[in-house]
């Protein structure tokens, strides 16, 4: 009874609009709608279709077929392919095993109000306000051979430690570098999280003789599910998307491989496959998950 | 009574063992802080040395002088107003836009009741999660092809308005998606009375929602301006001149070109930073509040 009630009183309102409001209306998800769909699901559709095919990229009609060609390619035939994926299981373990926990951890700390926490919630949250441009700048002077950390290490230039340069610890020198941006990230998305759990709540349960472990663990943490869904979902789409700090530092040249710069080099080259394609689509079915995970998250309300 | 006081013991005691630990964490996280914010701190110290007193004394001399001089250096020799010329063209429309396109559809879907509503919301946010590399290549030719098919080349290819249109398209997903839920908190009855006294849809819009959401289009632009700013990405792929793009897809060229003379790179990235770091110190709270309305940006 009470749906068909909501039912008529839709139906009503719907017949209510006179026609420059149908047009308004019209006008108003059209114009958006045409955009988005246009510069965003187009071409995502587009590169998908593309990357079964061989193309130059110069002119349509000379598109050919190539079935998984592209993809057999990267499997089989591209070692720096597995390079990059194991540098973003790498990126994703050091993500959510040290950067994020550290995060949640100064998060926790300083929204217990421990002196000095306005000022370490500005420092902590300065670098992700940088321009990762000027990031690899500032990381630049620290890093380079005549910068401040082979200054200190007591390296003059023709014997400096090389950080980019050497292939067995660069990953660790780029994550430190993304690390630290993405621990403000999260402490800043954990603090606003944390505002809505109950001082007293957690006073109650130190007093009950909980360790501070403990109340974190059981009374913190559970109370805050949805940030805790969306901290994950971000630290597993950064690491599988790194790609902005990685291209600054080394350019389209492969000084490290990962997944996000693999699609860039590849189509810069030019070459005669739309291999920068398939890796663009197989960047994005890696994703599809977490974007689920994230979606289901924050409509829950919207589709009960 | 005694299992009261016995209570409050406990509390107390409680209190004084917490507070001698949390010196000592506040000390750690302050020690941890003061090395967070070094590599900012060594790029201020040596964009204010002359680079022949780097150069004759290295980088850990005592400096004999400090000055702005690398800073006026800088704006001369690096062409900085012309960038940020570029990025003020870039960001001011793409944020306008974005912010109106996003409340147009976070109207209509909060207020107005369609079955296809929870479709197209979703439809946009997860637009603006999908990577940018999925949809260079094609958008990349679209504008090429465009320009072709109008006969003027550069008509979205390698011109401001291709990059304002492509942020524009993918951060109205974001946009809606906040205002949508920010609009939920506002109560049915003002809508509602609004169409009882026979509003159109569009006066509905502009003269009773669009003053309600202004604080959360405040944060919103906060956010979005810093955000495009802060973007290097799409001004590199979709423009070819140089000397169009902002200051931040410029810099890695101007990295290239000042490699030596890094007291005036040093310079060049504190000047390029500055508009972000006033805005975030002055517009603190509602930058915040931009990034936690949404909760989150893939």
């Given at each position: 009874?009470?749906?068909?009630?909501?039912?008529?009183?839709?139906?009503?309102?719907?017949r209510?609009?006179?026609?420059?409001?149908?047009?308004?209306?019209?006008?108003?998800?059209?114009?958006?709608?045409?955009?988005?769909?246009?510069?965003?699901?187009?071409?995502?559709?587009?590169?998908?279709?593309?990357?079964?095919?061989?193309?130059?990229?110069?002119?349509?009609?000379?598109?050919?077929?190539?079935?998984?060609?592209?993809?057999?390619?990267?499997?089989?035939?591209?070692?720096?392919?597995?390079?990059?994926?194991?540098?973003?299981?790498?990126?994703?373990?050091?993500?959510a095993?040290?950067?994020?926990?550290?995060?949640?951890?100064?998060?926790?700390?300083?929204?217990?109000?421990?002196?000095?926490?306005?000022?370490?919630?500005?420092?902590?949250?300065?670098?992700?306000?940088?321009?990762?441009?000027?990031?690899?700048?500032?990381?630049?002077?620290?890093?380079?051979?005549?910068?401040?950390?082979?200054g200190?290490?007591?390296?003059?230039?023709?014997?400096?430690?090389?950080?980019?340069?050497?292939?067995?610890?660069n990953?660790?020198?780029?994550?430190?570098?993304?690390?630290?941006?993405?621990?403000?990230?999260?402490?800043?998305?954990?603090?606003?999280?944390?505002k809505?759990?109950?001082?007293?709540?957690?006073?109650?349960?130190?007093?009950?003789?909980?360790?501070?472990?403990?109340t974190?663990?059981?009374?913190?943490?559970?109370?805050?599910?949805?940030?805790?869904?969306?901290v994950?979902?971000?630290?597993?789409?950064?690491?599988?998307?790194?790609?902005?700090?990685?291209?600054?530092?080394?350019?389209?040249?492969?000084?490290l491989?990962?997944?996000?710069?693999?699609?860039?080099?590849?189509?810069?080259?030019?070459?005669?496959?739309?291999?920068?394609?398939?890796?663009?689509v197989?960047?994005?079915?890696?994703?599809?998950?977490?974007?689920?995970?994230?979606?289901?998250?924050?409509?829950?309300?919207?589709?009960? | 009574?005694?299992?009261?006081?016995?209570?409050?013991?406990?509390?107390?005691?409680?209190?004084?063992?917490?507070?001698?630990?949390?010196?000592?964490?506040?000390?750690?996280?302050?020690?941890?802080?003061?090395?967070?914010?070094?590599?900012i701190?060594?790029?201020?110290?040596?964009?204010?040395?002359?680079?022949?007193?780097?150069?004759?004394?290295?980088?850990?001399?005592?400096?004999?002088?400090?000055?702005?001089?690398?800073?006026?250096?800088?704006?001369?020799?690096?062409?900085?107003?012309?960038?940020?010329?570029?990025?003020?063209?870039?960001?001011?429309?793409?944020?306008?836009?974005?912010?109106?396109?996003?409340?147009?559809?976070?109207?209509?879907?909060?207020?107005?009741?369609?079955?296809?509503?929870?479709?197209?919301?979703?439809?946009?946010?997860?637009?603006?999660?999908?990577?940018?590399?999925?949809?260079?290549?094609?958008?990349?030719?679209?504008?090429?092809?465009?320009?072709k098919?109008?006969?003027?080349?550069?008509?979205l290819?390698?011109?401001?308005?291709?990059?304002?249109?492509?942020?524009?398209?993918?951060?109205?997903?974001?946009?809606?998606?906040?205002?949508?839920?920010?609009?939920?908190?506002?109560?049915?009855?003002?809508?509602?009375s609004?169409?009882v006294?026979?509003?159109?849809?569009?006066?509905?819009?502009?003269?009773?929602?669009?003053?309600?959401?202004?604080?959360?289009?405040?944060?919103?632009?906060?956010?979005?301006?810093?955000?495009?700013?802060?973007?290097?990405?799409?001004?590199?792929?979709?423009m070819?001149?140089?000397?169009?793009?902002?200051?931040?897809?410029?810099?890695g060229?101007?990295?290239?070109?000042?490699?030596?003379?890094?007291?005036?790179?040093?310079?060049?990235?504190?000047?390029?930073?500055?508009?972000?770091?006033?805005?975030?110190?002055?517009?603190r709270?509602?930058?915040?509040?931009?990034?936690?309305?949404?909760?989150?940006?893939?």
């Amino acid at each position: 009874m009470n749906s068909t009630a909501v039912g008529s009183k839709k139906a009503h309102r719907r017949r209510a609009f006179s026609k420059a409001d149908r047009t308004t209306l019209i006008a108003f998800v059209g114009i958006p709608l045409f955009f988005h769909l246009l510069l965003v699901w187009v071409p995502a559709f587009l590169t998908i279709l593309l990357s079964f095919t061989y193309w130059s990229g110069i002119s349509i009609s000379r598109i050919k077929w190539a079935g998984l060609a592209n993809y057999k390619n990267i499997f089989f035939d591209t070692p720096a392919f597995w390079e990059a994926v194991q540098n973003n299981v790498i990126w994703l373990l050091w993500f959510a095993g040290i950067a994020t926990p550290i995060g949640i951890l100064l998060a926790y700390q300083i929204d217990r109000q421990i002196r000095g926490h306005k000022f370490y919630e500005t420092a902590y949250y300065l670098p992700v306000v940088l321009s990762l441009a000027v990031t690899g700048i500032i990381w630049d002077f620290l890093l380079r051979p005549d910068g401040f950390v082979n200054g200190l290490m007591g390296r003059d230039i023709d014997n400096a430690f090389s950080f980019f340069g050497n292939y067995d610890i660069n990953i660790y020198v780029i994550l430190t570098i993304a690390s630290w941006r993405h621990i403000g990230y999260i402490m800043l998305l954990y603090l606003a999280g944390l505002k809505s759990v109950d001082l007293a709540l957690r006073e109650a349960s130190a007093l009950d003789g909980a360790t501070e472990w403990q109340t974190f663990k059981k009374v913190v943490f559970p109370a805050m599910k949805p940030v805790n869904v969306i901290v994950i979902v971000i630290t597993i789409i950064e690491s599988l998307r790194a790609f902005d700090i990685v291209y600054i530092i080394y350019g389209s040249r492969g000084g490290l491989p990962i997944l996000g710069t693999l699609v860039f080099s590849n189509i810069a080259g030019e070459g005669a496959s739309m291999k920068g394609a398939a890796y663009a689509v197989i960047l994005f079915l890696l994703s599809i998950g977490p974007i689920i995970a994230y979606l289901r998250t924050t409509f829950k309300s919207d589709v009960q | 009574m005694s299992i009261d006081i016995e209570l409050q013991k406990s509390a107390t005691k409680y209190r004084n063992k917490q507070k001698v630990k949390d010196r000592f964490i506040s000390a750690l996280i302050g020690v941890f802080a003061i090395i967070w914010i070094f590599p900012i701190v060594w790029t201020f110290w040596t964009s204010l040395r002359p680079y022949k007193d780097v150069r004759a004394n290295g980088v850990f001399s005592i400096p004999k002088a400090l000055n702005l001089q690398n800073y006026f250096d800088a704006i001369s020799r690096m062409d900085l107003p012309l960038y940020f010329w570029n990025t003020f063209a870039i960001t001011v429309p793409a944020v306008f836009l974005t912010l109106f396109f996003g409340s147009l559809i976070a109207f209509v879907v909060s207020r107005y009741s369609f079955k296809w509503n929870v479709t197209l919301l979703l439809l946009f946010t997860a637009g603006n999660l999908l990577p940018a590399q999925l949809v260079f290549i094609p958008v990349f030719k679209m504008y090429i092809t465009l320009g072709k098919a109008i006969g003027i080349p550069r008509v979205l290819y390698d011109s401001h308005w291709g990059v304002v249109l492509i942020h524009v398209a993918f951060q109205m997903g974001f946009a809606t998606f906040v205002l949508s839920s920010y609009m939920k908190t506002i109560p049915k009855e003002i809508s509602e009375s609004a169409m009882v006294d026979g509003a159109t849809v569009f006066t509905h819009y502009s003269k009773v929602m669009l003053p309600l959401l202004r604080p959360a289009l405040a944060s919103l632009a906060v956010l979005m301006t810093t955000w495009i700013y802060n973007d290097f990405f799409w001004a590199l792929v979709l423009m070819s001149t140089d000397s169009k793009r902002p200051i931040t897809s410029a810099l890695g060229r101007l990295q290239g070109e000042f490699v030596t003379d890094y007291n005036l790179l040093a310079a060049g990235a504190a000047i390029a930073a500055l508009p972000t770091l006033i805005v975030f110190f002055l517009l603190r709270k509602q930058f915040v509040s931009g990034l936690t309305l949404g909760s989150t940006k893939g």
